[in-house]
């Protein structure tokens, strides 16, 4: 059970997160979209100041020990901004989180104190370029004494330019895959950057490439062969912070909407008059309010110590199509100035598809909810009867 922090400190922070959000960093707005590079130099102190790095952190490592309940809003608050800025702070936190349930002690006393404070920066490498995602890797570990001797290639990775931490996930064996922990200065691992990105513009997405790496036996998280529980662990919660993501999103893109379609006049009425702009606003948020409800039961669930695999991947599915729909018809709403940068309408939109993609594309949801659902699972949740 997370009951997270008392309601009063609770509200101080999310109002200095939220001042930091849109007095310091939505401002860098055309900055990043023009130069395509985030401002480290401005951008990390003021993530820092606010405490957006330890959110989740555990409060005996130094961070804020947030519950889901209460981190979720704030996250959803990142992603109204420029989306770059809400892909650091999204994979940070989720690899901290993920470290604070699966690390040992000595892993976690090492790492997480820094990662509160943000002076370590954390990425999640589980992507490759020659295979598919979960367990069908091709990079490995292999055990030599007391060390683990890795090699491979891993892409798409966000923070790569950043992070001084890596949670890598290679094969231990022909079947097994285990979790290590690679420090960015380790001999042998090389970062390259790919090609700028579609949105989220300037968070960087790399490539890594180990060559006879050797870590510490001490750098493996869990047991051997751990790594694909571990990964389902990780995942299972992470999912919901991608739904966030896109309730924040399109919760900004409604607002927009609102405002636009009171503003514009066309046969001299304001087009909020038309039944057509009305039944978009409507829609748009009829998807805001249902993912709102979707999130707040996963989160509950979380917080009181449940596990959600259903839930999770289904709140993914839902967020994507829903954020889907209402970039669409903000788009339309705002008509051809829309599809112009005068307003956010057209950045909301491209930051958007990268939800397809976070955490495992649509293929994988549905077939991670099938199998759940297939499997007996049941919900249980305000509209259950008790027998
Ligand atoms: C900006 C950005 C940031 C990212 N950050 C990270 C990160 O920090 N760490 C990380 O590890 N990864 C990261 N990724 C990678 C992301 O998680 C993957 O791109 C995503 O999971 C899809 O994997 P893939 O690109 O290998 O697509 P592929 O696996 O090549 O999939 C291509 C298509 O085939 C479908 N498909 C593939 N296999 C199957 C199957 N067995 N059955 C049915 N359909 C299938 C997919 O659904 C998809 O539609 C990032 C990606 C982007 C774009």
Not at 58 to 72: D, F, I, V
Not at 96 to 118: F, Y
Not at 264 to 279: L, N, S
Not at 317 to 337: K, S
Request: glycine share 10%; aromatic share 8%; net charge negative.
């Amino acid at each position: 059970m997370n009951a997270g922090l008392p309601a009063e400190e609770y509200r101080k922070l999310r109002d200095s997160v939220l001042a930091t959000i849109w007095d310091e960093l939505d401002p860098l707005e055309h900055q990043i979209e023009d130069t395509e590079t985030i401002p480290y130099d401005i951008v990390m102190p003021a993530l820092r100041s606010c405490g957006a790095f330890g959110l989740i952190v555990p409060q005996e490592y130094g961070g804020a020990g947030l519950s889901m309940a209460q981190y979720l809003p704030i996250l959803a608050e990142f992603a109204k901004i420029q989306g770059g800025i809400r892909a650091i702070v999204h994979v940070h936190n989720s690899f901290a989180h993920a470290l604070s349930e699966i690390g040992n002690d000595a892993q976690k006393k090492e790492i997480l104190p820094g990662a509160a404070t943000g002076e370590k920066s954390l990425a999640f490498a589980l992507t490759e370029p020659g295979n598919g995602t979960g367990a069908d890797l091709s990079t490995t570990a292999r055990r030599e004494g007391d060390e683990y001797v890795l090699n491979g290639r891993k892409w798409l990775i966000t923070n790569s330019d950043i992070a001084s931490h890596f949670l890598v996930f290679a094969k231990t064996s022909d079947k097994d895959v285990s979790a290590l922990i690679v420090p960015r200065d380790t001999p042998g691992f090389s970062i390259a950057p790919l090609p700028e990105t579609m949105g989220c513009k300037g968070a960087e997405h790399g490539e890594l490439t180990f060559e006879d790496v050797r870590v510490p036996v001490s750098a493996l998280v869990g047991a051997e062969g751990e790594g694909g529980a571990h990964l389902e662990r990780a995942l299972e919660i992470s999912r919901v912070f991608i739904a966030a993501s896109s309730l924040g999103t399109a919760s900004r893109a409604l607002e927009l909407s609102l405002n636009y379609a009171q503003e514009r006049v066309t046969f001299g009425k304001p087009i909020a008059q038309r039944q057509a702009i009305q039944r978009y606003l409507a829609e748009m948020a009829a998807d805001v309010y249902a993912l709102r409800g979707m999130l707040a039961d996963a989160a509950s669930k979380w917080d009181s110590g449940k596990r959600i695999p259903a839930e999770s991947s289904l709140v993914k599915q839902f967020g994507l199509e829903a954020v889907g729909r209402v970039t669409d018809r903000a788009l339309l709403v705002h008509g051809g100035i829309g599809y112009t940068r005068k307003y956010p309408i057209e950045r909301l939109y491209r930051d958007a598809r990268l939800n397809w993609l976070e955490e495992g594309t649509p293929t994988i949801q549905y077939m991670v909810a099938a199998r759940e659902l297939l499997g007996g699972y049941t919900f249980e949740d305000a509209f259950t009867v008790a027998s």
